[in-house]
């Protein structure tokens, strides 16, 4: 929400030829407790003032000798290319204000002038002004949040997959399928993945233990299993893993770490 104090603080331009017309205008705005109130009656100076101070209004007039209000608007929309034109047109043509709404005018204002309609609708069109400048502040504010909170994230996880690889000898991902996304070191050797002999060697009863876990979508922690090498001896992995689920409590796949652990066996 607005306070009263934002629209009477907002910055407006007042274009017109006309001496006594903008006389008028500054006194009805001055009156209303509007307090940055700048005018020209020189159209050709418009594009150079809101380039400097870009206004939050622009009340413009269409018929001005030289350079009209159609063309004062042309120049304007080269300074808010794809965004909000300020333009709040005066005219005395009713013929005109649909051409003036079409060439990017926000709204009118008919000659002569009513009084109360001319507070009403420069209020009105502050107002829209003012949230819509709040809201891309807003949208920008949020862009960089995400782009911050993005940032953090892939730092927290370049952080822990250095961690996990520290910590074991490989981790691996794999989706409701079983095939592997994401690994590193000789995940499918361990897990017996595409492979038709590997699975061979395992310890039969440990292996379908391990298998029966998984298919159950269980976590497991510290599982150890074993297998015999192409060299007769053993050779004992440790494995931990967890289920993966989205947000819309679906299995996704599983994730986890495993260790050769044979000469702890070895040594025991």
């Not at 400048?133 to 920008?140: G, R, T, V």
């Given at each position: 929400m607005?306070?009263s104090?934002?629209?009477?603080n ?7 030829d006309q001496?006594?017309n903008?006389?008028?205008l500054?006194q009805?705005?001055?009156?209303a407790g509007?307090t ?7 159209p050709?100076?418009v594009?150079?003032l ?11 007039d269409?018929?001005m ?6 063309e004062v608007m042309?120049g304007?929309?080269d300074?808010?290319a794809g965004?909000?034109l300020?333009?709040?047109?005066i005219?005395a043509?009713p013929?005109h204000?649909?051409?003036a709404?079409?060439a990017?005018a926000?709204?009118f204002?008919s000659k002569?002038?009513?009084l ?5 609708r ?6 829209v002004?003012l949230l819509?400048?709040k ?9 960089q ?7 953090e994230?892939?730092?927290?996880e370049?952080r822990f ?6 910590s074991s000898?490989w ?8 095939n ?8 499918a050797e361990m897990l ?7 699975p061979?060697?395992w310890?039969?009863?440990?292996r ?6 998984i298919?159950?979508r269980?976590p497991?922690?510290?599982?150890i299993y074993s297998?015999?090498?192409?060299d007769g001896?053993?050779q004992?992995?440790q ?5 993966m ?9 599983y994730r986890?770490?495993?260790l050769?652990?044979?000469e702890?066996?070895?040594s025991?």
């Amino acid at each position: 929400m607005l306070q009263s104090t934002e629209i009477l603080n907002a910055s407006i331009l007042i274009v017109d030829d006309q001496e006594a017309n903008v006389m008028l205008l500054e006194q009805v705005l001055r009156n209303a407790g509007y307090t940055r109130i700048t005018s020209t009656m020189d159209p050709q100076a418009v594009h150079a003032l809101h380039q400097q101070h870009r206004y939050d209004l622009i009340l413009l007039d269409l018929q001005m000798p030289e350079m009209d209000g159609f063309e004062v608007m042309e120049g304007l929309r080269d300074i808010e290319a794809g965004s909000y034109l300020p333009v709040l047109v005066i005219t005395a043509q009713p013929g005109h204000k649909l051409r003036a709404l079409q060439a990017g005018a926000k709204d009118f204002i008919s000659k002569p002038f009513d009084l109360v309609e001319v507070k009403t609708r420069i209020h009105n069109m502050l107002e829209v002004r003012l949230l819509y400048q709040k809201l891309a502040e807003y949208n920008k504010s949020l862009e960089q949040m995400v782009e911050e909170r993005t940032a953090e994230l892939r730092e927290s996880e370049a952080r822990f997959q250095r961690f996990t690889e520290l910590s074991s000898d490989w981790y691996w991902e794999q989706d409701a399928q079983g095939n592997l996304t994401r690994f590193s070191g000789p995940v499918a050797e361990m897990l017996g993945i595409g492979s038709e002999a590997e699975p061979q060697r395992w310890n039969v009863t440990e292996r379908a233990l391990l298998d029966a876990k998984i298919a159950a979508r269980e976590p497991f922690l510290d599982f150890i299993y074993s297998r015999v090498n192409l060299d007769g001896s053993m050779q004992y992995l440790q494995v931990s893993g967890e289920p993966m689920f989205d947000n819309g409590s679906r299995f996704i796949g599983y994730r986890g770490i495993g260790l050769d652990v044979t000469e702890r066996h070895r040594s025991a």
